[in-house]
């Protein structure tokens, strides 16, 4: 390529083949791509969308997902400088989805990720000064906003995905709200799927709405005749019957999570390989938020070639709720909706937040099927009958904010300098009772003082992109001289299960993990799993041999990295003392979970103190059936368990966490006569 004679500005502007952003010439790839975008339904509405954006502060835009929303509109704003020198933020409920938006974008606008367009996520940002055009999480510009309540640095801010009205999505509506009308020079777009946005309308009073309508095709629906016993293996069969005998065209699976996504992929690899060449080739491609960036870019690979009998091949993703709606896959015709998902729930009585796989809603069902008519007109495989998408299907999900525990929502309204919770203009305002539980747990957590006013340990515990009893841990660590053991322990807890067990080597893989077994509890054999890691020198070999998941110990590892700047940067000393060390891991645990503790009530039959509910230890856990234990999951399935256990002396819970164990609020049961015990010989002590 000739290199440019001139690259002043003035002419930079004439001549079309300079990218203004690089001062360098268009790549070919550019000229492509810019043809693909040209074609997504939202260029025809962008003259439209110009018009309204400029004639107020707010617009809210729906459209179809695939119409180009997400990839479009943010670099519309930043071509036009609408954003008058600021940057343009795109909030994502994901972080797949951030990153692999920032990496399209960047790709679209020819420029390197991480210079003019970049990303957040937790733990990663890859962004620097040159960014104009940053895809972050929901909950890292509510992270921003603590420290820059105003959201100075932005021009304009995009809420993406809106109708997913995740927790921290919603807290930003407030927040913006209140930012819109000190910052008049700030614009907002809120971006949304499906059709809910009368609820946006009736929130942002004057803004107004602009349909964007998306390319629709027909989707023929087809549901079960009875309720299917096996949803799993119904996959596996309906992928084979679409993949044997329908025309060409990719499929879509939603599935719940990682675990069955992978297993299911190996059934229908197995399936697939029985097939002769009367059968186009397969490619079967798990999509799950865990799975690195680069095998999430699989599923935008064309489908595999045709055969030696030139039948044309197709791609089977099997994902979960990712694909419906914040990545776009094209060339999907066939959908299978196992019409469930993994959804988040809580009881402030029990205090206890968990993942739960549940039906989803009706609204979620039809965005799942409209997936497969992009193209061209598809079908949807219901798993389920239809009389029971009729009767048992909800309408729509409640908001997360209705099913989370809020005790990190609390903290932050409070460091954003929010008093005054109650008047907080919640677009759908958490119960009162989820709201007690959340100042509770943060005074327990000494977060907050009697006066409900944050404390030093509090503005630390916000500091940490974590829970407050994850944050506690680290901060209490000097006190315990086991920093080390903690960063550790953070980094696993914060990532997704590293322990390996492939069907037909579970006891190699068991074996393997004995190794860092320790009878004291999980805690220590996460501990010491990692510690094993850092050191062979971060091996993924080494992982592999131990049935450690390389990927987890790799993630794991970057966050820990992390969090050790996070405390050089608090001053919080990282002291370990090997003395006694197993026993102050679990003083120190037990000083942000003391609420998560049980005792033994019959073999293996635990309860928890305060909320009186019936647990198992569950079969993963290593240690022997202590009397007293902390835990560190709630893990509902078919039976109630704990999950990461470690035994711990009653009488540490009253040393350590006095301000909670005032018996008077507890039910009365042979854990609470047994801490009366202990009390009352410690008083007479005295
Ligand atoms: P929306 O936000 O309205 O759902 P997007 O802007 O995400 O739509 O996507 C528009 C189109 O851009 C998609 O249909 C797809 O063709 C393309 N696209 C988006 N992301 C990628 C990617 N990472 N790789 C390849 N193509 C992509
Ligand atoms: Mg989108």
Partial sequence: MKRLRSRSPARKTINQSINPFTNKQYSNK??????????LPIFDALPQFDKMFNKNQVVILQGETGSGKTTQIPQYILEKGYAKGKLVACTQPRRVAA????????????????????????????????????????????????????????????????HERTLSTDILFGLLK????????LKVVVMSATLDTEKFLGYFKNAPLLTVPGRLYPVELFYTEFPEEDYLWATVRTVMQIHAFEEPGDILVFLTGEEEIESTCDSIRKEAARYKDNVGKLSVIPLYSSLPPAMQQKIFEPAPEVNSNGIPGRKCILSTNIAETSLTIDGIVFVIDSGLSKQKCYNPRMRVESLLVSPISRASAKQRAGRAGRTRPGKCYRLYTEKSYKRELVESTAPEILRSNLANVVLQLKILGIENLVDFDFIDPPSPETMMRALETLHYLRALDDEGELTEEGRLMSEFPLDPELSKLLIISPKYSCGEEMLNLVAMLTSPNPFLRPRDH????????????????????????????????????????????????????????????????????????????SE?????????????VVHKEKANFYMTLKEKQHVALHPSTGVMRPDWAVYHEYVLTSKKYIRIVSSINPEWLIEIAPQYFDLSHFPDTNGKKLLQEIIDGKNTQK
């Fill in 30 to 39: 550019y000229r492509k791509l810019r043809e693909e975008r040209e074609k």
């Fill in 99 to 162: 990153m692999s938006v920032a990496k399209r974008v960047a790709e679209e606008m020819d420029v390197e990720l991480g210079q003019q367009v970049g990303y957040s996520i937790r733990f990663e940002e890859c962004a620097g000064p040159n960014t104009l055009l940053k895809y972050l999480t929901d909950g890292m510009l509510l992270r921003e906003a603590m420290t820059d309540p105003t959201l100075d640095k932005y021009g304009v801010i995009i809420l993406d995905e809106a």
């Fill in 584 to 596: 102050n891991i679990r003083k120190c645990i037990i000083s942000g979970f003391f609420m998560q």
């Fill in 178 to 185: 209140e930012v819109l009308q000190k910052r008049k020079d």
């Fill in 506 to 581: 579970e006891d190699a893989a068991d074996k393997a993990k004995s190794k860092f077994v320790n009878k004291d509890g999980d805690h220590i054999t996460l501990i010491n799993a990692y510690q094993g890691f850092e050191n062979e020198g971060r091996q993924p070999y080494w992982c592999s041999k131990n049935f450690l998941n390389p990927r987890t110990m790799r993630g794991a590892a970057e966050i820990r990295d992390q969090l050790v700047v996070k405390m050089n940067k608090l001053d919080i000393p990282i002291i370990s003392n090997k003395h006694n060390i």
